[in-house]
């Protein structure tokens, strides 16, 4: 089921992480939650996405729109798949180092808590 446009959604992720030291130690849980919220894609997108060759052409697509999950969500699992090559480690950089996705990230509030 897809999520709705408009409506936010909270995530949360918890693990439990075991000592390495003493193996009768409780493990240490680590916790993050979150909110995502599902935007309707634009004409521009759709457009620039229909006629994307590659799937570098898509990642640059959701980048240049702002659709910052999709891009780094896309790339990520490209360089899992393929983790030499160079290409895919050079836009990972750049997009990391994009001032763009620096400022918008930078500015972006944090949600919930890490424990």
């Not at 446009?5 to 409780?26: A, D, K």
């Not at 799937?55 to 702002?66: S, T």
Request: charged share 20%; net charge negative.
């Amino acid at each position: 089921k897809s999520l709705k446009v408009g409506q936010t959604y909270r995530w949360n992720l918890e693990i439990n992480c075991p000592s390495t030291e003493l193996s009768n130690q409780f493990p240490t849980p680590a916790s993050v939650t979150g909110l995502v919220r599902r935007v309707a894609q634009s004409p521009d997108l759709e457009r620039e996405l229909n006629g994307a060759n590659t799937p570098l052409e898509r990642i640059a697509a959701y980048g240049k729109h702002h659709i910052w999950y999709d891009t780094l969500t896309e790339l990520a699992e490209l360089r899992l798949q393929d983790p030499q090559n160079m290409t895919l480690e050079t836009a990972w950089i750049k997009l990391l180092t994009d001032q763009s996705f620096v400022e918008t990230i930078s500015k972006t509030n944090i949600l919930g808590n890490l424990q």
